[in-house]
């Protein structure tokens, strides 16, 4: 996983929308793309970048596979990000 897949990742919509449905708990690919109007293979193809970014685990029960959010990577992201904002508000201290 690197911060340039997960930003890919991040950067579509529906890749968004399904993170936000996982919020709620884990969910089949089946599951998921009762919410969409997209074919099977679409969300598939959606679930595996997401996997690929680390932002979703998957997890086999029986015939069903199961997707649910790793908020780890989306944590390491969000300190990231703080991190750039703390560097600029210490330039923004010391200029002033």
Same mark, same amino acid.
Request: overall charge negative; proline content about 0%.
């Given at each position: +996983? %690197?911060? /340039? =897949?997960?930003?890919?990742?991040l950067s579509d919509k529906e890749r968004r929308e399904i993170l936000?449905?996982?919020?709620?708990?884990k +969910? %089949?690919? /089946? =599951?998921?793309s009762s919410h969409f109007d997209?074919?099977?293979?679409t969300i598939s193809y959606h679930l595996s970048i997401l996997k690929k970014a680390g932002l979703v685990f998957e997890e086999k029960e029986k015939?069903?596979?199961y997707y649910q959010l790793n908020t780890t990577?989306?944590?390491e992201v969000m300190l990231w990000i703080k991190s750039l904002k703390e560097e600029d508000d210490?330039?923004?201290?010391?200029?002033e």
């Open positions: +996983m %690197s911060f /340039g =897949e997960t930003l890919k990742a936000e449905l996982l919020k709620k708990g +969910m %089949s690919a /089946g =599951e998921i997209m074919t099977n293979a015939n069903f596979v990577v989306l944590e210490n330039g923004k201290d010391q200029e």
